[in-house]
Structure formats: structure tokens, C-alpha cells
């Protein structure tokens, strides 16, 4: 699923730009040792990586108001890979 950037006032300032802002919850924060862990040592901010990762569902949060319902749930990391992003080959062959 791709994330898009929304704009407006109903979404929190989250990866903020002139183009809109990320959803809130959609960041993931690493402290020290996964950083050097998962080889992000030299990283810099801007740099694209591609996430890998297994997932379990922590908690389930159901809301219903008039006319509307809401699912949110938290998802506990178990085990993440990080690696480059790689050049679309197709691009790259046939532009």
C-alpha cells in the first residue's frame, strides 16, 4: 500500500513540506542499536531504504459514531530488515 502525503488542516504536521504532510502513524523511530544493527550507521536524512518486517497485531481499537466507523490497531515489530532502494530495472532498460 502506498502512504500519500495529505493536505490540510485534519492531518497532523508529520513529514511536513510544502507538498502536505505523511498521516500521523506513519513513522517508525530506531535508537542506537538497531540503527548500527540494521547498518544505518552512515545513513542521512533523505536517504530512501526499502523496510522488510514480521508483525503482530498488539491491540485492536474499534470506534462507531453516527454514520461512521473506525479500526485502528497497533502493530508490535518482531523481527526488520532495512535495505537500499534499488533502481526500478524497467526503467533503467527501457526508460
Request: glycine share 10%; charged share 35%; proline share 5%.
Amino acid at each position: 500500500m502506498r502512504i500519500e502525503k495529505q493536505r490540510g488542516e485534519d492531518y497532523p504536521e508529520v513529514g511536513h513540506d510544502n507538498e502536505g504532510h505523511y498521516p500521523y502513524g506513519t513513522r517508525l523511530e530506531i535508537e542506537d542499536d538497531m540503527v548500527m544493527g540494521l547498518g544505518l550507521d552512515d545513513a542521512k536524512a533523505g536517504d530512501q531504504v526499502m523496510l522488510r518486517g514480521v508483525a503482530f497485531i498488539a491491540t485492536i481499537n474499534e470506534t462507531e459514531t453516527p454514520g461512521e466507523e473506525k479500526k485502528c490497531m497497533t502493530l508490535q515489530l518482531t523481527d526488520l530488515e532495512v535495505s537500499p532502494v534499488l533502481p526500478d530495472r524497467a526503467e533503467d532498460l527501457y526508460g
